[in-house]
Each structure stands twice: as C-alpha cells, then as structure tokens.
C-alpha cells in the first residue's frame, strides 16, 4: 500500500498570506489528522477529520481549519500568515482513529 | 487536560548501552499508548504500541515496553542500542472521548548513539 502523501513538501509565504496544503490518506483510512511540529512546541494536535467531519479539534485560533473530501483527501488551510505559523505541517492517516501512520510533512516557511 | 510528559530531552550513550526513556501521562480513563520515531531526515514512524492485554510489549528492531497502569508510565526500553538508533523518540496516549479519538504528543527524546 501506499503511505501518506502530503504536498507541496516545502512552501515559502509571507505574513498576511494564506496557504492551503493537502494530505492524501492511505487507502482505505477514514481518519485524517493534522499535527503542527515545531522545535519548541513539538507536536502539537490541530484537528482531527473522520468521514468528512470534523471530530477533534485542537487548542488553535480560527486561522486554521482543514476539510475532509468523500475520498478522505484532507486540506488544511491557513490564513492571514504570521511568522510563528512556520513550522513543519504533518499529517497522519488512521482507519478509526488510533493508530496513526504519518506523512513527511509540509515544511512552511513564513517570511 | 490530558498530557505527555517525557523525562528526558536528550539522551547520549555509547553503542551497546541499555537505554530506558522515560513516559508518563495523565488521563483517568481508557487509553492506547504508542512509542514513535522519527531517523534524522525521515518521516515518524511507529515503533510500538498498547491497547490491551500484556503490558509487556515489543515493537521493531528490538524495543519493548512496559505499561504500568498503576504509575501512568509506559516507559520504552532496549537493552543494546546502536548507533543506528540516533533519532528522536515519541511518547504518545490516545485517547477517546466524545468526539472520538485524540493523540497527544510528549516533547520528545533524542537520544545520539556513539559509535
């Protein structure tokens, strides 16, 4: 099978922007899950998509919100860029929910 | 709220050392506990996991852990580590709640394995 692809791999925006990235799940996993890693925070949970809805949701301000299509594809979308927003994006694929097998992410650089 | 704590932010030993990291967390009811890894330029991957049954799990390339209920612990063990094993290690509990499943994160361990 295979595994989790996320694109772009690398992104570089300026404050104010607003970037969309995409996630493609394993086949057969419902559940997408996105993840911010930064040296200083680690991984921190976003949200959590299951059947195109949306059943988890971390402690992020609105700027952040993501979807689920009928095919489990995710997006996760961020507006109105700030420079803490640079980070490495990952996204995680699961068939319920536990279990998660992770993408390489999406490195967004904020300038 | 639910958290990972993991004991140690770095860790250095010499090939063929015992190596223990590690892992507590806080939540009171049911959950599924994992260990990942992510190698230096590679994406993370799962190394092991609990969900029920013997506590005394083994996942690849030789780990194991154990879950002690009574502690909140699940530390990760491996009693010879090689240089190969460089890389930062993850302590994670999911957890299910009304909205179905989350997975919370520890800090991270990277330990560096001297050849």
């Known amino acids: 099978k295979a595994g989790v692809t996320q694109t772009p791999r690398y992104l570089i925006k300026t404050r104010g922007q607003q970037v969309t990235l995409s996630c493609s799940p394993i086949s057969g996993h419902r559940s997408v899950s996105w993840y911010q890693q930064t040296p200083g925070q680690g991984l921190q949970f976003l949200f959590e998509?299951?059947?195109?809805?949306?059943?988890n949701k971390g402690n992020f301000p609105g700027r952040f919100s993501g979807r689920q299509f009928s095919n489990s594809r995710s997006e996760m979308n961020v507006s109105t860029l700030e420079l803490g927003d640079s980070a490495l994006y990952l996204c995680?694929?699961?068939?319920?929910?536990?279990?998660?097998?992770f993408g390489p992410g999406t490195r967004l650089t904020v300038l | 709220a639910q958290s990972v704590s993991q004991h140690n932010h770095h860790v250095i030993l010499s090939e063929a050392a015992s190596l223990e990291l590690g892992c507590n967390y806080s939540y009171g009811g049911t959950v599924n506990l994992f260990w990942y890894v992510q190698y230096p330029g590679q994406h993370l991957q799962l190394l092991l996991k609990y969900f029920s049954g013997d506590p005394l799990v083994k996942g690849i390339k030789g780990f194991e852990a154990e879950f002690i209920k009574s502690k909140f612990s699940f530390n990760l063990r491996k009693p010879s580590v090689q240089w190969s094993d460089t890389a930062e290690y993850f302590c994670a509990v999911n957890v299910l709640n009304t909205g179905g499943f989350k997975t919370i994160f520890g800090a991270g361990t990277r330990l560096f394995v001297k050849a």
């Open positions: 998509y299951f059947s195109e809805t949306q059943r």
């Open positions: 995680a694929s699961s068939f319920g929910g536990d279990t998660q097998y």
